[in-house]
């Protein structure tokens, strides 16, 4: 389960920051932590506007800062206001993701909170957004939240795979369990349990139906050895009486669907490391799905 004592959150002015800061405000208060609202502040406009003038580029970043810091302050307030020990930061530095990880190893942050970016395909295949530079550099449990406001009643879900752990951090399933069950006890909300699996499906393989002459057979094996893992690891971590998502399918289909019928309000995921790649990745499945998520993400390694 996470340990939280402080909580760095990413705030971009250029957004209504209202649930993000809604949402440290409760993992502030349930985790008894403190929270730095940080803004990682550039403005290209000022840069393009004072190309010979260094004099008149210090001031207008002066300005810019001091704005931002006033603004800031106001929402730290509130913050103090509802038992929050908070502070605020503004740095004029980029690139975001640096900035955000070395701000949080000076703090000594136990999380990072930022606003969910979704982005098309086309842009996500061309451009390294800061979201996933984050995701592969930090050191620290990251949290994607998406613009929904909670309800009074909250499912929190973790998505496993039992049968991938020899690609994954050891005890990785086992972490998010216990942790999804730690938030579910302390938000409070109800504790979902999400694993997809995938037999290979007959055709894609040429020769995979004359391997395999019984199908189905196999198919149903695949099932009894995936729930066979499921069980036990649930059987180390959560109750019984844990909502359980067993389901045959991609699972890159069907993360999404069960997020939007169970009503998700929070999903715990892992992030896995590939073998000769020196940086963590999500793994192929979970960075298929990330984007078509409509809920909030929390990553731990």
């Given at each position: 389960?996470?340990?939280?004592?402080?909580?760095?959150?990413?705030?971009d002015p250029?957004?209504?920051?209202?649930?993000?800061?809604?949402?440290?405000?409760?993992?502030?208060?349930?985790?008894?932590?403190?929270?730095?609202?940080?803004?990682?502040?550039?403005?290209?406009?000022?840069?393009?506007?004072?190309?010979?003038?260094?004099?008149?580029?210090?001031k207008?970043h002066?300005?810019?800062?001091?704005?931002?810091?006033?603004?800031?302050?106001?929402?730290?307030?509130?913050?103090?206001?509802?038992?929050?020990?908070?502070?605020?930061?503004?740095?004029l530095?980029?690139?975001?993701?640096?900035?955000?990880?070395?701000?949080c190893?000076?703090?000594?942050?136990?999380?990072?909170?930022?606003?969910?970016?979704?982005?098309?395909?086309?842009?996500?295949?061309?451009?390294?957004?800061?979201?996933?530079?984050?995701?592969?550099?930090?050191?620290?449990?990251?949290?994607?939240?998406?613009?929904n406001?909670?309800?009074?009643?909250?499912?929190?879900?973790?998505?496993?795979?039992?049968?991938?752990?020899?690609?994954?951090?050891?005890?990785?399933?086992?972490?998010?369990?216990?942790?999804?069950?730690?938030?579910?006890?302390?938000l409070p909300?109800?504790?979902?349990?999400?694993?997809?699996?995938?037999?290979?499906?007959?055709?894609?393989i040429?020769?995979?139906?004359?391997?395999?002459?019984?199908?189905?057979?196999y198919?149903?094996?695949?099932?009894?050895?995936?729930?066979?893992?499921?069980?036990?690891l649930?059987?180390?971590?959560v109750?019984?009486?844990?909502?359980?998502?067993?389901?045959?399918?991609?699972?890159a289909?069907?993360?999404?669907?069960?997020?939007?019928?169970?009503?998700i309000d929070?999903?715990?995921?892992?992030?896995?490391?590939?073998?000769?790649?020196?940086?963590?990745?999500?793994?192929?499945?979970?960075?298929?799905?990330?984007?078509?998520?409509?809920?909030?993400?929390?990553?731990?390694?």
């Amino acid at each position: 389960m996470m340990n939280i004592s402080k909580i760095l959150v990413v705030i971009d002015p250029k957004k209504n920051n209202d649930i993000l800061v809604s949402r440290a405000r409760r993992f502030a208060l349930i985790y008894g932590a403190s929270v730095e609202l940080y803004v990682a502040a550039y403005s290209s406009a000022i840069e393009s506007s004072y190309w010979f003038d260094k004099e008149g580029l210090e001031k207008a970043h002066e300005g810019y800062l001091h704005g931002k810091q006033v603004w800031l302050s106001g929402i730290v307030k509130a913050l103090k206001g509802a038992g929050v020990q908070a502070e605020g930061c503004v740095e004029l530095v980029k690139p975001l993701h640096r900035a955000v990880l070395d701000r949080c190893e000076n703090v000594k942050a136990d999380l990072i909170m930022m606003q969910a970016e979704h982005h098309s395909v086309m842009v996500r295949a061309l451009f390294t957004n800061a979201d996933w530079h984050l995701i592969r550099e930090s050191n620290v449990p990251l949290m994607f939240v998406n613009n929904n406001e909670w309800g009074s009643h909250v499912n929190v879900a973790a998505a496993v795979d039992p049968l991938h752990a020899d690609s994954q951090p050891e005890g990785l399933d086992d972490q998010l369990l216990e942790t999804a069950h730690d938030l579910a006890c302390r938000l409070p909300a109800e504790l979902h349990v999400i694993h997809a699996y995938e037999p290979i499906p007959s055709g894609v393989i040429a020769e995979f139906d004359a391997i395999i002459a019984d199908y189905e057979i196999y198919r149903d094996k695949v099932r009894d050895r995936h729930r066979e893992e499921l069980d036990e690891l649930l059987k180390r971590n959560v109750e019984s009486s844990t909502i359980v998502h067993f389901e045959e399918g991609i699972p890159a289909r069907v993360l999404p669907q069960v997020v939007s019928e169970a009503e998700i309000d929070l999903i715990v995921m892992g992030a896995i490391s590939r073998s000769g790649i020196d940086k963590f990745f999500l793994g192929s499945t979970a960075e298929r799905v990330i984007d078509h998520l409509r809920c909030d993400i929390l990553i731990l390694k």
